[in-house]
């Protein structure tokens, strides 16, 4: 079996999921009112606060929208007996993961693309000032952390063993990288025994968040860099600089293959220690 056969299969099963157009009508729901909030501002240069509010949503609806589709589509495979037939045919753990993560980023960006057209369409219509760029900034902004997102729900996926734990494992990461992690940040700078070391520290952390660090770069890439202060000074060259894109989507590669290939790991190690 073909890794583009587990997405054509991903794709059918998951456009007749009630699940994905219960999350696609909240969504979209969710989107045309962001929008409309921003309407009044024709352009996201210079960071306005309507900016940053309408980021801080999105960061807060979509990965838990993206953990919870993900960690569900490999946690029923395994529940529902579906694995045990599939993995009779020859396929390997890992290709079946990358053809599941092909799939969902389908559906997904599908859904961001019904979202945010319907929502720009609705603007038109009230005759709202809303932008091109705009709605392409955020439609971009949202499309990466989504697909970024699916990989980290794979990993949760292939951990559990159902339902029940692809939640509470989807939530618990949401929670930690979207709700407390300025807190976690604080409090791990504050107990520093250097200066020194504040800055180095800040920028792995912010890596090792993808949210934190897709909504950082996103910010510096439309010129608004300085709203984080001097310790990210570095970071504003290299992400406004010729290479910046380039950086930025190798990193983001190596959060999805990580995760991927970590979660094809463990999952062949249960399913060995299973067989013995």
Same mark, same amino acid.
């Given at each position: 079996?073909?890794?583009?056969?587990?997405?054509?299969?991903?794709?059918?099963?998951?456009?007749?999921?009630?699940?994905?157009?219960?999350?696609?009508?909240?969504?979209?729901?969710?989107?045309?009112?962001?929008?409309?909030?921003?309407?009044?501002?024709?352009?996201?240069?210079?960071?306005?606060?309507?900016?940053? +509010?309408?980021?801080?949503?999105?960061?807060?609806?979509?990965?838990?929208?993206?953990? @919870?589709?993900?960690?569900?589509?490999?946690?029923?495979?395994?529940?529902?007996?579906?694995?045990?037939?599939?993995?009779?045919? *020859?396929?390997?753990?890992?290709?079946? @993961?990358?053809?599941?993560?092909?799939?969902?980023?389908?559906?997904?960006? +599908?859904?961001? @693309?019904?979202?945010?057209?319907?929502?720009?369409?609705?603007?038109?219509?009230?005759?709202?000032? @809303?932008?091109?760029?705009?709605?392409?900034?955020?439609?971009?902004?949202?499309?990466?952390?989504?697909?970024?997102?699916?990989?980290?729900?794979?990993?949760?996926?292939?951990?559990?063993?159902?339902?029940?734990?692809?939640?509470?494992?989807?939530?618990?990461?949401?929670?930690?990288?979207?709700?407390?992690?300025?807190?976690?940040?604080?409090?791990?700078?504050?107990?520093?025994?250097?200066?020194?070391?504040?800055?180095?520290?800040?920028?792995?952390?912010?890596?090792?968040? *993808?949210?934190?660090?897709?909504?950082?770069?996103?910010?510096?890439?439309?010129?608004?860099?300085?709203?984080?202060?001097?310790?990210?000074?570095?970071?504003?060259?290299?992400?406004?600089?010729?290479?910046?894109?380039?950086?930025?989507?190798?990193?983001?590669?190596?959060?999805?293959?990580?995760?991927?290939?970590?979660?094809?790991?463990?999952?062949?190690?249960?399913?060995?220690?299973?067989?013995?």
């Amino acid at each position: 079996m073909r890794i583009l056969t587990v997405a054509q299969r991903e794709i059918k099963l998951g456009f007749r999921n009630s699940w994905t157009y219960s999350f696609l009508a909240l969504l979209s729901i969710f989107t045309i009112t962001i929008l409309l909030l921003q309407s009044g501002v024709a352009t996201t240069e210079g960071y306005t606060d309507i900016t940053g +509010t309408v980021m801080n949503m999105i960061l807060y609806l979509l990965p838990l929208i993206t953990l @919870l589709l993900g960690g569900f589509s490999v946690a029923v495979e395994k529940e529902d007996g579906h694995w045990g037939l599939l993995s009779t045919y *020859p396929i390997s753990t890992y290709r079946f @993961l990358w053809g599941k993560w092909i799939g969902l980023i389908t559906i997904l960006l +599908t859904m961001l @693309l019904f979202s945010f057209g319907l929502a720009g369409i609705i603007t038109v219509l009230f005759n709202q000032q @809303l932008s091109i760029d705009t709605l392409i900034f955020f439609w971009l902004f949202s499309s990466i952390l989504a697909i970024v997102y699916v990989s980290i729900a794979l990993l949760i996926g292939a951990l559990a063993k159902n339902r029940w734990q692809a939640l509470i494992g989807g939530i618990g990461i949401w929670f930690l990288t979207i709700v407390i992690w300025s807190l976690l940040m604080i409090s791990t700078l504050s107990h520093l025994p250097s200066y020194k070391m504040i800055q180095p520290t800040l920028q792995v952390l912010t890596i090792l968040n *993808p949210a934190e660090f897709v909504r950082v770069f996103s910010i510096m890439r439309i010129g608004a860099g300085s709203a984080f202060g001097a310790d990210y000074d570095q970071w504003i060259t290299w992400a406004t600089g010729s290479y910046g894109v380039v950086i930025f989507c190798g990193i983001c590669i190596g959060w999805i293959v990580a995760s991927i290939y970590i979660g094809g790991f463990i999952w062949n190690r249960s399913d060995k220690n299973g067989r013995a």
